[in-house]
């Protein structure tokens, strides 16, 4: 035990001469009485330099600490929208430069299965469909308050379920606004745009998925009595033949002239009397002369009978192609009143308050009389300027 005391005291002798007392083997000071020992030298604290304080080192500030980050914060991630890079879509756009009046649009899809996707309802019962708003956007719903603003949803094309897709835009903002909507899905691309009041919803787009075309019959000729028809009833023809890719129609005629007292004017070509229909088609506005007059019209404004295309959003072929279908715009009556379908026809009511839509409504139900098939102007949006009449094949 003496050469532990001997070796303290000689260690605190060197320490004051500033000499390492590590350095000292043990073993010269030992005098017999115990074995060598060697000490583990105490860890001793870096002395104490007011300067040196850690409570004054900004490294250390609590409040800099990156662990108290609130980016860091797992509870709090950042709101990203999922990637709809590459997929089949519909997009929403409108402008939401003005932030004292933000205006909240919404794109809204009623899928096959039922499931309404939107901004409350992100997606689809089979999760095949995924709402996701502009990056910009605070949240799920963008409120306008964005440079850019827009919401799209989206699919896997390989997974989106087969039938029928209806799309429409709401405006819940507090002012009227104009949009852009794309919809882009296997077998339609398409785009529109317009202008919704504060409360007010669109006209609902239809796209459909997994539908095979229908099978079209090849053309045939028709009775040959339907010509000795329209001779026997006066009207002023010539017969012709349309042979146009997939387009064939061998009853064709060229009207030049009234039908029962009814002119008909092609409104896309300078109010031209002449206008290719099939022989059937003429029969029918013949005889519909009858509801014309009923309502006092002498003149009828369309878009054409024939025109060689495939329906919208589809690839089976329009009645236009083959010659069995009337686009009306506008309705002249005797004492030079015009009727237009885009400017007086009042949507969704079936009892309009105006002369003119009371007659526009009246005569979009007569129609069907003298034709298989009528799409009015509440039918969507293409047909918001024209009434369409159709006749089955026969």
């Known amino acids: 035990m003496k050469t532990r005391t001997y070796t303290l005291a000689l260690c605190l002798l060197l ?8 350095d000292i083997d043990p073993t010269i000071l030992d005098t017999g009485d115990d074995p060598p020992t060697v000490d583990t030298p ?12 850690p409570k004054d080192d900004p490294a250390d500030d609590p409040a800099d600490d990156p662990a108290d980050d609130p980016a860091d914060d797992p509870a709090d991630p950042p709101t990203t929208p999922p990637t709809s890079s590459g997929n089949a879509f519909v997009e929403l756009r409108w402008q939401g430069t003005d932030r004292a009046n933000a205006v909240n649009m919404d ?7 039922g499931s309404h996707i939107f901004y409350l309802n992100t997606a689809s019962a089979d999760e095949t469909g995924r709402f996701a708003p502009h990056p910009e956007c605070l949240s799920f719903d963008c409120d306008g308050s964005e440079d850019s603003p827009s919401e799209r949803i989206f699919w896997d094309p390989a997974r989106m379920s087969p039938g029928v897709y209806e799309v429409w835009v709401g405006n819940d ?23 919704l009041a504060s409360g007010e919803s669109s006209a609902h787009w239809v796209f459909e998925i997994g539908a095979e075309p229908p ?18 009833r006066g009207v002023t023809f010539t ?14 005629v060229m ?19 002449r206008f290719r229909t099939s022989c059937q088609t003429a029969l029918a506005l013949y005889d519909s002369a009858a509801l014309m007059k009923e309502n006092k019209i002498d003149t009828v404004y369309h878009n054409g009978s024939y025109n060689c295309r495939s329906v919208r959003r589809g690839s089976a072929l329009s009645s236009h192609g083959r010659a069995l279908a009337m686009d009306y715009s506008a309705f002249k009556t005797t004492s030079g009143t015009e009727y237009s379908v885009v400017r007086h026809w009042e949507h969704n009511r079936p009892n ?16 069907k009389t003298y034709f298989d098939r009528v799409l009015d102007a509440d039918y969507n949006a293409d047909h918001d300027d024209h009434f369409h009449a159709e006749l089955s094949r026969r």
């Open 173 to 195: 903002g507090n002012r009227s606004e104009a949009f852009e909507l794309d919809i882009d899905v296997p077998g339609t691309q398409f785009s529109e745009s317009g202008s």
């Open 42 to 53: 105490p860890i001793l604290p870096p002395a104490d330099d007011p300067k040196d304080d």
């Open 239 to 252: 017969p012709i033949t349309i042979s146009e890719g997939q387009c064939v129609v061998k009853d064709a």
């Open 107 to 113: 794109i809204h899809v009623l899928d096959p299965n």
């Open 215 to 232: 099978v079209e019959e090849p053309p045939v000729d028709e009775p040959s009595d339907c010509m000795g028809k329209l001779r026997a």
């Open 255 to 273: 009207i030049s002239g009234p039908l029962n007292g009814i002119t008909y004017r092609v409104v896309w070509a300078r109010g031209t009397k």
């Open 352 to 367: 309009p308050r105006t002369t003119a839509g009371t007659v526009l409504r009246k005569i979009s139900i007569g129609l």
């Open 15 to 22: 320490t004051s001469l500033s000499t390492s007392c590590y």
